[in-house]
């Protein structure tokens, strides 16, 4: 067992969020009881880079039920909890990560675990993906596929399949109806608003919301900021998502006309340069922005530290910069996942549903791998036997029974 962690004292902290976790997690729980008893994962090796908190350690915890050997890093310098690392450790499992790690750490901790020479990756934004590839090539012929969870690393994916330079198979998660229907919406919008109501301390309601990205989790963002009473505003590129946010009952505006008028500023769009020094040179004195996209590139931090006289911390995970007429505009947890960084994630619950699929996921590429795909054809969609598996356990966890066709509907519909 190999490791590099801040302090592996703290492991009986963590342990007792990962149980708090797990006692609200009877999907995963499931599965590790069936992994233990049918170890689909014995003799592989399994490289997960995912944001290190109490969720992601029970999904460890369930695939190395399955006998795989974890090697551990988190997928953001800030989202890392150093007692969940510890507790992982204390599990016996490979972990390289710590909170507020540099450029560099990140980097390093990311590079520890591709060295394992994994058989599966499991990725967040796709930083392993893309540091096995450049950095790593006579790795690639050991990895026998992949899944990944999030939006911006399905579009990293996407733009190195369509160069024919992705070199083994992965499965978007993401794309999984049971992830973004669910995590992206409802997880994101709630964990945004906890992450931004514990960090300000502030209220919600009478407040004007502006919300950049009106994606699956854009919409759980602004659903949650209506619900909590505030006055809410969509910015969009995107013109059909533009008209469904005005459907919704949202106002919708280019964020040059929003930046004025704003006293939150979340943007979730996956791009970068969401506000930059045109919208900070409107802004209202005290405007809060942060972001719940996965890179801290959204909100350009650089430009307003450019454009401050000063700046300095206004409360744990705020920092505020004053501007050369006086007004103050606060940045919080660094421009970073606002509900990670400064916060604990989405609810377990939803995260059940997620890291059901990731794991299933896994097993279906230990199981039926290798995958083989030509190049330019190697991302692959969940399968729909899994999301409904994921679903189906869901409901049965909720006390809720549902219709099945006749086999005269069937053959009606299907035409079999």
Known sequence: MKYEIRNPELWPDGELKINWVAAHMPLLSGLKEEFEATKPFKGLRIALSVHLEAKTAFLCKTLAAGGAEMFVTGSNPLSTQDDIAAALVHDSMNVFAWYDATAEEYDRHITKVVEAAPNIIIDD??????????????????????????????????????????????????????????????????????????TTNLIVAGKTAVVAGYGWCGKGVALRAKGLGAKVIVTEVDPVKAIEAVMDGFQVMPMRQAAPLGDIFVTVTGCKDVITTEDFRVMKDGAICCNAGHFDCEVNIEQLKAMAVSHHPARKDIEAYVLPDGRTIYILAQGRLVNLAAGDGHPAEIMDMSFAIQALCARYLATEGPLHRSPGDMVIQVPDAIDDEVARRKLATLGCNIDSLTEEQHRYIYGE
Request: with cysteine.
């Open 125 to 198: 934004g796709g930083d392993l993906v893309s540091k096995i590839h450049s950095r790593f090539p006579e790795l690639l012929g050991n990895v026998m596929g992949g899944c990944e969870e999030t939006t911006t690393g399905i579009l990293r994916l996407n733009a190195m399949n369509k160069a024919r330079k992705l070199a083994f198979p992965m499965i978007l998660v993401n794309d999984a109806p049971c992830k973004h229907l669910f995590d992206n919406r409802y997880g994101t919008g709630q964990s945004v608003w906890n992450g931004i109501n514990r």
